[in-house]
């Protein structure tokens, strides 16, 4: 089994920076990509960033130029930096990854979010 943990959410203003990190934990045998979503109060979850172990990433229209996904596979870490920050990027951020474990084959695995509030 393996577990998700995000961190690094905060209140910050218009403009600021923040960086998530996601941690993966349990018996796992490799990761195979680690994603974040989010979801703003009253939206649908979105698709933030993908990267893969190996290190090719994926960006939402909305974010590109101003996230930067990254992942540490020895520390099973992944992180969102964020810059530039909007309002509209307010929302529970989660962090997703993607393993194989020593009890099952590959898994999407689900943080329970940090939350990101962007005042203006």
């Known amino acids: 089994q393996a577990q998700v943990v995000e961190s690094g959410g905060d209140l910050v203003q218009a403009g600021g920076s923040l960086r998530l990190s996601c941690a993966a934990y349990g018996s796992i045998f490799s990761i195979n990509a680690m994603s974040w979503y989010r979801q703003a109060p009253g939206k649908q979850r979105e698709l933030v960033a993908v990267?893969?172990?190996?290190?090719?990433?994926k960006y939402s229209d909305l974010v590109k130029g101003r996230f930067t996904i990254s992942i540490d596979n020895d520390k099973k870490l992944a992180y969102l930096q964020m810059s530039s920050l909007r309002p509209e990027d307010t929302g529970t951020y989660y962090c997703?990854?993607?393993?194989?474990?020593?009890?099952?084959?590959?898994?999407?695995?689900w943080g329970k979010g940090t939350l990101v509030t962007v005042s203006s």
């Open positions: 997703v990854a993607n393993l194989d474990t020593v009890v099952a084959s590959t898994k999407d695995y």
């Open positions: 990267i893969t172990s190996g290190g090719m990433t």
